[in-house]
Nanobody
Framework: QVQLVESGGGSVQSGGSLRLSCVASGIGFSNYCTGWFRQAPGKEREGVAAIDADGYTSYSDSVKGRFTISQDNNKNTVYLDMNDLKPEDTAMYFC???????????????????WGQGTQVTVSS
């Protein structure tokens, strides 16, 4: 059974930083594509960052230069380092994974079948 568990969310002030973690069981991240998505109340789920099995990364324009996705295959964990956080980054953040997603589709939520429960990030001004 595949399980993804996110952690690291919290409340920070504008300009602050957080590191989100996503630990997987039942799959190995080294063979999967993994993405971070976020959803604010009343808004659609948005792809933020993703990494494929070859280490190729993709970022949404809204976080490019501020967020970094990385993975530690030994720990079967994917990270999202978030710097210079802004109030508009406030959302529930989800980790997702699936097999063999084309690099042009890495930020599409519909491409992923495995999802975590999410971790809340709140940024105050």
């Amino acid at each position: 059974q595949v399980q993804l568990v996110e952690s690291g969310g919290g409340s920070v002030q504008s300009g602050g930083s957080l590191r989100l973690s996503c630990v997987a069981s039942g799959i190995g991240f080294s063979n999967y594509c993994t993405g971070w998505f976020r959803q604010a109340p009343g808004k659609e789920r948005e792809g933020v960052a993703a990494i494929d099995a070859d280490g190729y990364t993709s970022y949404s324009d809204s976080v490019k230069g501020r967020f970094t996705i990385s993975q530690d295959n030994n720990k079967n964990t994917v990270y999202l380092d978030m710097n210079d956080l802004k109030p508009e980054d406030t959302a529930m953040y989800f980790c997702a994974a699936d097999w063999a997603i084309g690099w042009l589709r890495l930020l599409r939520a519909s491409e992923y079948n495995y999802w975590g429960q999410g971790t809340q990030v709140t940024v105050s001004s």
